[in-house]
């Protein structure tokens, strides 16, 4: 089975950044949503931008004006400039003129930790936290910090409270459930960003679900002594910065290049850890070993040597995975993140369509309908349709 043509396929969270939303112009300010949440077209939050600054202007210590404004200014644009030094500047400012209108608040607090960036030192973060223990905005942080120093009490208590805050969608967790159940028994499950790595630690720590798999964050993974030491404590003992100082030498070191080089060892080391990268992380970051990846579920199973991937990807599919949401998920047309529930749904598409052509070729025509009928549902949701008919009209199908 050629696995290029099949990745060509695959619709990444990255494809929403362009956004799908409604554009007309509002009347007053609309709140500003974390992106996790939902994603607008570049106009629309250049337009919040204004009318948020406009709110500010008329009372600067209103702490929500200043919560979207900010957001406003950090999404515009978001896939192209969120690294930018301007971008940068213009945020730290805006933290800055913060700190001097609402100081000691909820929002200026939170947002100055999300700025700072620094995984290290979450105090302002504990901060705003003593303030509203009950939102959990800080949650995440909290999270990403235990995770990265290994203290698992501490991250299985804050997974339990965004669990119970119900503040990850439900389908994003059904979405999330069957990442993990794309993966054999004992495996490191490689993710991208917030929507594919916060909902499997909540599912496996507030859960018991899937425990087994290794959750390894690429944004953490080139984080000093992170990935190292949890390797180790799978028993995996394989020297993480002779990799990064071998890359440095050679002046080819980013993400994409480290993690090639991890799994090349791991699979060297230790043939029996499969390996696996989940649908949403970034192509740049895998496409120095695409030809080593195999479509098994909602995840590639990396393997140098060639596998049979047809026959995970019909166990995961037909056994494995929790699929009944797709069709009857109440109240889908208001769920958070519709655009986004929407176009990571997609990702369903390649391999029900595997499976479709696979008992096309076999004779059996009711399982290959099947199949075909759920993955132009979930096409015609996200507005992709005609493209899966061409695309099943050119497979005979």
Not at 62 to 71: P, S, T, V
Not at 184 to 198: R, V
């Amino acid at each position: 089975m050629n696995q290029a043509r099949f990745l060509t396929w695959i619709f990444l969270l990255a494809l929403v950044l362009s956004g799908c939303s409604d554009t007309r112009e509002p009347e007053q300010p609309q709140k500003v949503p974390r992106i996790v949440y939902e994603v607008y077209p570049n106009d629309w939050y250049v337009k919040q931008e204004k009318l948020w600054k406009k709110e500010i202007e008329k009372n600067p210590q209103n702490a929500e004006a200043w919560y979207n404004y900010y957001n406003a200014v950090r999404y515009a644009r978001y896939e192209e400039t969120i690294e930018t030094k301007s971008k940068k500047e213009k945020l730290a400012k805006i933290i800055e003129e913060m700190g001097k209108a609402i100081p000691n608040t909820y929002e200026y607090l939170l947002l100055k930790s999300w700025n700072a960036c620094d995984i290290h030192d979450i105090s302002v973060a504990q901060e705003a936290y003593k303030l509203r223990p009950d939102r959990p905005d800080t949650y995440y942080t909290f999270i990403s910090h235990y995770e990265v120093y290994g203290k698992a009490d501490k991250m299985r208590e804050f997974c339990w409270k965004l669990y119970r805050s119900k503040d990850i969608a439900p389908w994003l967790l059904n979405y999330n459930y069957n990442v993990l159940m794309s993966t054999e028994k004992d495996a490191i499950l490689i993710t991208n960003g917030d929507n594919d790595t916060y909902p499997c630690w909540v599912l496996q720590q507030a859960l018991g679900i899937r425990p087994d798999v290794t959750v390894v964050n690429i944004s953490l993974s080139p984080t000093k002594d992170y990935l190292q030491n949890k390797l180790q404590k799978r028993g995996i003992r394989i020297d993480i910065p002779a990799i990064k100082q071998k890359l440095k030498s050679e002046n080819t070191f980013d993400r994409g290049n480290f993690i090639r080089e991890v799994c090349r060892e791991i699979n060297d080391s230790y043939p029996e850890v499969p390996i696996y990268f989940a649908f949403t992380v970034y192509p740049d970051f895998y496409k120095s070993i695409k030809d080593d990846l195999y479509v098994v579920g909602l995840a590639y199973r990396y393997s140098p040597e060639r596998i049979d991937n047809l026959a995970y990807l019909k166990k995961n599919l037909e056994q494995h995975f929790r699929l009944d949401y797709l069709t009857n998920d109440w109240y889908n047309e208001n769920a958070l993140g519709k655009n986004i529930r929407q176009h990571m749904h997609m990702n369903y598409v390649v391999p029900m369509i595997m499976l479709a052509e696979h008992y096309h070729i076999s004779g059996e025509a009711e399982a290959a309908e099947k199949w075909k009928t759920l993955a132009l549902k979930v096409a015609e949701e996200a507005g992709k349709k005609a493209e899966i008919l061409e695309d099943l009209k050119k497979r005979g199908m």
